[in-house]
């Protein structure tokens, strides 16, 4: 038997940082490249030249299926297959000539998987989306084209191979539903009937933020929809629920959950929207049955949509959540653990995790868990380990956290001047402002000050003074300049300067609170510090609107030391119910 060719057929308009990685993902799954390029202004086509001599112009006319079907003209092999330039192919070799060589359907539903975001947690939607067909099909609607197949008993699902569809800049995603709702209006004006148009007309205007004209959208689509057409009526369920929830109709959104349940009995990322419906209820209780429902029921069937997680970690976490809320502190620990334990890279349970230990154990406990499961190896947890020692008072263990880093970011830098410098690691705060200077990170304003009063720390007062007049030199810092001037008058001359303004005031009160966290067994260097908190108090005592400031702090303080009591206490109580 032949085996059957394979065509990648593309449209593509200034496409020239991703292009590249689209083609390098699939050139080996292919017989053949057609790239049809609809008025590029940029290198687009000469790095579409590096993959395929078969480079064809289009003239653009306002019509995706229009554009896709000049391109499937130019191809020669038996099946296309269909990409667009930010996506890219995730493939074993052979896969889709598995997939071509068999006799029993005429094309392919691939799974694509819309990355949320450009971090490196890879949070996805997944969508069934027909790209793989033999060549005598075409694309049908001007635009959120699609394949047009009469007999769907022809169409075949299958998991793999991926296709990864990047996210795209926020001014980038707005111009393209900008063009695509002036598309879209125009084609439901001449086909009011087709779901699949007001289907996409919601997603674009929730794209945008018009919830209001997406539920009346998507309410059609659903109306038009067949409850078995669940490639699409499934994610406008989902999209409408959505809407209720951004427009607070919680209700609502409540309602159409339940319905939809009866339709869709296996569908878990319904019952999870559930669940987080009530959960906004504060109904933490139902929403935890809901929740367990999701985990319980698995992945949904292929031609759903699916948020990745919804039935594992996002669930998990949640149920951590509730559980918290609900006082269930030990069932809490083991919903965040588990939310961990689903997930390579989903690392937001670990934060109100490490919260509740540092509850019932020592911070070096603490410390001792987070290195024997390898989160610190991970840049992005170490940074923020280490902002939530420091806040909960422990910035010796923040100095833990993120040390040895071969090459830490500027917000790791940041981060590791204020754990040194208030665990009095006083020199090794200053060594490491001077790596940030090496790698060419500006100082912030913050790490500017600490650096002045780690130099007066170690009586280097003309270098703090020098320090001083490159804050002077910035009109933003003048008021921080005022502050940090006092303060050295004060501690160099004994000398009482006037602050005479609110914002120099707030600057010594912001240091005033940093120097309070010192966490140090040398006696010098404590008594160091407590210098520096009794200038400040003496230079806010001269001053009357310095003084309501004063009070005002306190008062936010209180109120904050009340919380975070009540948090401890309620917390611990939750231990032995």
């Given at each position: 038997?032949?085996?059957?060719q394979?065509?990648?057929?593309?449209?593509v308009?200034?496409?020239?940082?991703?292009?590249?990685?689209?083609?390098e993902?699939?050139k080996?799954?292919?017989d053949?490249?057609?790239?049809?390029?609809?008025?590029?202004?940029?290198?687009?086509?000469?790095?579409?030249?590096?993959?395929?001599?078969?480079?064809?112009s289009?003239q653009?006319?306002?019509?995706f299926?229009?554009?896709r079907?000049?391109a499937?003209?130019?191809?020669?092999?038996?099946?296309?297959?269909?990409l667009?330039?930010?996506?890219?192919?995730?493939?074993?070799?052979?896969a889709?000539n598995l997939?071509?060589n068999?006799?029993?359907?005429?094309?392919?539903?691939?799974?694509?998987?819309?990355?949320?975001?450009?971090?490196?947690?890879?949070?996805?939607?997944?969508?069934?989306?027909?790209?793989?067909?033999?060549?005598?099909?075409?694309?049908?609607?001007?635009?959120h084209?699609?394949?047009?197949?009469?007999?769907?008993?022809?169409v075949?699902?299958?998991?793999h191979?991926?296709?990864?569809?990047?996210a795209?800049?926020?001014?980038e995603?707005?111009?393209?539903?900008?063009?695509?709702?002036?598309?879209?209006?125009?084609?439901?004006?001449?086909?009011?009937?087709?779901?699949?148009?007001?289907?996409?007309?919601?997603?674009?205007?929730?794209g945008?933020?018009?919830?209001?004209?997406?539920?009346?959208?998507?309410?059609?689509?659903?109306?038009?929809?067949?409850?078995?057409?669940?490639?699409?009526?499934t994610?406008a369920?989902?999209?409408l629920?959505?809407?209720?929830?951004?427009?607070?109709?919680?209700?609502?959104?409540?309602?159409?959950?339940?319905?939809?349940?009866?339709h869709?009995?296996e569908?878990?990322?319904?019952?999870f929207?559930?669940?987080?419906?009530?959960?906004?209820?504060?109904?933490?209780?139902?929403?935890?049955?809901?929740?367990?429902?999701?985990?319980?029921l698995g992945?949904?069937?292929?031609?759903?949509?699916?948020?990745?997680?919804?039935?594992?970690?996002?669930?998990?976490?949640?149920?951590?959540?509730?559980?918290e809320?609900?006082?269930?502190?030990?069932?809490?620990?083991?919903?965040?653990?588990?939310?961990?334990?689903t997930s390579?890279?989903?690392?937001?349970?670990?934060?109100?995790?490490?919260?509740?230990?540092?509850t019932?154990?020592?911070?070096?406990?603490?410390?001792?868990?987070?290195?024997?499961?390898?989160?610190?190896?991970?840049?992005?947890?170490?940074?923020?380990?280490?902002?939530?020692f420091?806040?909960?008072?422990f910035?010796?263990?923040?100095v833990?956290?993120?040390e040895?880093?071969v090459?830490?970011?500027?917000?790791?830098?940041?981060?590791?001047?204020?754990?040194?410098?208030?665990?009095?690691e006083?020199?090794?705060?200053l060594?490491?402002?001077?790596?940030?200077?090496?790698?060419?990170?500006?100082?912030?304003?913050?790490?500017?000050?600490?650096?002045?009063v780690?130099?007066?720390?170690?009586d280097?007062?003309e270098?703090?003074?020098?320090?001083?007049?490159?804050?002077?030199?910035?009109?933003?810092n003048?008021?921080?300049?005022?502050?940090?001037?006092?303060?050295?008058?004060?501690?160099?001359?004994?000398?009482s300067?006037?602050?005479?303004?609110?914002?120099?005031?707030?600057?010594?009160?912001?240091?005033?609170n940093?120097?309070?966290?010192?966490?140090t067994?040398?006696?010098?260097?404590q008594?160091?510090?407590?210098?520096?908190?009794?200038?400040?108090?003496g230079?806010?005592?001269?001053?009357?609107?310095?003084?309501?400031?004063?009070?005002?702090e306190?008062?936010?303080?209180?109120?904050?030391?009340?919380?975070?009591?009540?948090?401890?206490?309620?917390?611990?109580?939750?231990?032995?119910q």
């Amino acid at each position: 038997m032949t085996l059957q060719q394979i065509s990648l057929a593309m449209i593509v308009r200034n496409e020239d940082t991703r292009l590249a990685q689209c083609l390098e993902s699939v050139k080996d799954a292919v017989d053949e490249i057609v790239i049809v390029d609809t008025g590029s202004s940029d290198t687009t086509v000469d790095i579409a030249q590096k993959y395929t001599t078969k480079i064809y112009s289009y003239q653009w006319n306002d019509d995706f299926a229009a554009a896709r079907n000049y391109a499937i003209e130019q191809t020669t092999g038996d099946w296309v297959l269909s990409l667009d330039a930010d996506e890219q192919l995730s493939i074993d070799s052979g896969a889709l000539n598995l997939l071509v060589n068999q006799s029993e359907y005429t094309a392919f539903c691939l799974p694509l998987c819309a990355l949320k975001t450009c971090n490196e947690y890879r949070e996805y939607d997944r969508f069934m989306v027909l790209r793989l067909f033999r060549r005598n099909y075409r694309f049908t609607n001007p635009v959120h084209e699609y394949v047009s197949i009469d007999d769907p008993t022809t169409v075949g699902y299958t998991c793999h191979p991926v296709i990864w569809h990047t996210a795209v800049s926020t001014s980038e995603r707005r111009t393209r539903r900008g063009r695509n709702i002036r598309l879209l209006k125009t084609a439901i004006a001449l086909n009011n009937t087709d779901p699949y148009l007001h289907y996409y007309l919601g997603t674009e205007w929730l794209g945008v933020s018009c919830t209001d004209l997406a539920i009346a959208a998507f309410q059609v689509a659903l109306r038009q929809f067949a409850t078995a057409q669940t490639v699409f009526r499934t994610p406008a369920v989902r999209h409408l629920i959505s809407c209720y929830k951004q427009s607070v109709k919680l209700d609502e959104a409540i309602r159409l959950c339940l319905e939809e349940s009866e339709h869709y009995p296996e569908y878990c990322d319904l019952f999870f929207d559930g669940a987080v419906l009530f959960e906004l209820q504060g109904e933490y209780a139902l929403a935890i049955k809901w929740f367990q429902e999701a985990i319980r029921l698995g992945p949904p069937p292929l031609t759903f949509f699916h948020t990745d997680g919804t039935d594992s970690y996002l669930a998990y976490y949640h149920l951590g959540y509730c559980s918290e809320k609900l006082s269930l502190i030990k069932e809490a620990e083991k919903y965040y653990e588990q939310a961990l334990a689903t997930s390579q890279n989903y690392y937001y349970p670990l934060y109100p995790l490490v919260l509740l230990k540092l509850t019932q154990q020592p911070a070096l406990e603490v410390l001792r868990f987070l290195r024997e499961q390898d989160y610190l190896e991970v840049s992005e947890v170490a940074g923020k380990m280490a902002e939530l020692f420091w806040t909960a008072g422990f910035p010796d263990i923040g100095v833990q956290c993120l040390e040895p880093k071969v090459a830490p970011d500027a917000r790791e830098l940041e981060i590791l001047v204020t754990c040194q410098l208030y665990s009095g690691e006083i020199a090794g705060a200053l060594q490491s402002i001077l790596q940030m200077r090496q790698q060419g990170i500006e100082p912030s304003t913050t790490v500017a000050v600490d650096e002045i009063v780690a130099l007066m720390l170690l009586d280097r007062y003309e270098e703090a003074r020098l320090q001083m007049w490159s804050l002077w030199q910035k009109p933003d810092n003048r008021d921080v300049f005022r502050a940090v001037f006092c303060l050295y008058k004060k501690l160099c001359h004994n000398a009482s300067i006037p602050l005479a303004n609110p914002q120099a005031t707030a600057t010594l009160l912001a240091l005033s609170n940093r120097c309070l966290q010192v966490r140090t067994k040398d006696f010098s260097k404590q008594r160091r510090f407590a210098a520096v908190i009794a200038a400040i108090k003496g230079l806010l005592a001269n001053d009357a609107e310095s003084l309501a400031l004063v009070i005002h702090e306190l008062s936010v303080k209180e109120q904050g030391v009340r919380q975070s009591l009540d948090y401890t206490f309620s917390t611990l109580r939750g231990l032995y119910q």
